[in-house]
């Protein structure tokens, strides 16, 4: 089964989200989609959001998924937002669980804060399948850049989230709390078992120096051979040297407060107070 794969790229994220469509039927999914946030303002918008919106339903499609490869630290998440839009179910991997325990005490969110992973509609563990109509999708856990990093494979095309970045650009960082460069080799090595011809789809691009141009298809035979980072059958403690070395280096995501407290409540932003204003903390030196 071949998918057909709409992306649509965020630039002042450089996110990209996508809308896989099962070919024989009007059912669709979408992976990793954002909703907009201005931090100096502390307002969201739902641009990015209602251009999917809007494709979907120019193309008179129905929304069975909204996917999200793991708790990103880089954009805030328009599930709900689409939800509400579209229907579907909102599905992440079931290792959401630790990184809700994880965070909850960097962002002291008390008792009230549910750590079961009950704001996602679905938790996907490794070896999961399930359809988008005709379609079937199957879960691989794929952590090291989080604990609950997943790819999904559906048909001939695989959604790696942050995994894998396009060849010349190499990798995910693992220095986030509950990362692991060692984690995320094995994980690597489960994607690229995948046949050759499988298409890899990004989460974000960048640019390599010496490309003008985004880009974020790739296939599991280009990754093997060309991945800067991970590619040639470089070996576990070249890479794990390589990437702790180069994460040292490397600062914070500029949304990563914001994004993670929303992000570890399925796109859903905090409780409001008692006069319905919501409120994101700035924890102080604990990441």
């Known amino acids: 089964m071949t998918p057909l794969v709409k992306a649509f790229f965020d630039e002042a994220t450089n996110t990209v989200s996508y809308v896989a469509r099962d070919p024989q039927s009007s059912a669709c999914a979408i992976i990793d989609p954002v909703l907009d946030f201005d931090h100096a303002s502390g307002r969201t918008n739902t641009a990015s959001a209602d251009i999917i919106i809007s494709w979907i339903t120019e193309q008179a499609l ?4 909204v996917l999200e490869s793991h708790v990103h630290a880089d954009h805030l998440s328009a599930a709900p937002y689409l939800q509400e839009k579209l229907g579907g179910k909102i599905g992440i991997g079931a290792n959401i669980t630790v990184v809700q325990d994880t965070f909850g ?16 509609d679905a ?30 494979v559906i048909g001939d095309a695989a959604f790696v989230g942050d995994t894998l970045f396009m060849p010349d650009f190499g990798t995910a960082r693992c220095d986030f709390p509950g990362g692991s460069s060692a984690q995320l080799y094995a994980s690597i090595q489960k ?7 499988t298409r890899i789809f990004v989460c974000h691009d960048y640019k390599a120096p010496g490309r003008d141009e985004f880009a974020w298809e790739t296939t599991v035979g280009e990754q093997k051979a060309l991945n800067v980072h991970i590619g040639n059958g470089r070996s576990i403690e070249d890479f794990t040297k390589m990437r702790d070395s180069r994460d040292a280096t490397l ?3 500029k949304l990563i ?7 570890m409540r399925a796109g859903q932003m905090p409780e409001p107070d008692e006069q319905g204003d919501v409120f994101l903390k700035l924890p102080i030196n604990k990441i």
């Open 62 to 65: 129905t929304l069975d998924w």
């Open 105 to 120: 005490k960097v962002f002291n969110e008390g008792t009230e804060f549910q750590r079961d992973g009950s704001q996602f």
């Open 123 to 152: 938790l996907l563990s490794h070896g999961d399948s399930f359809n988008i109509g005709q379609m079937q999708a199957d879960v691989l856990h794929t952590p090291g850049h989080t604990p609950a990093c997943m790819t999904y």
């Open 191 to 197: 994607i690229l078992a995948l046949p050759d011809e």
């Open 251 to 253: 600062g914070m995501p």
């Open 257 to 263: 407060l914001p994004s993670l407290q929303v992000n």
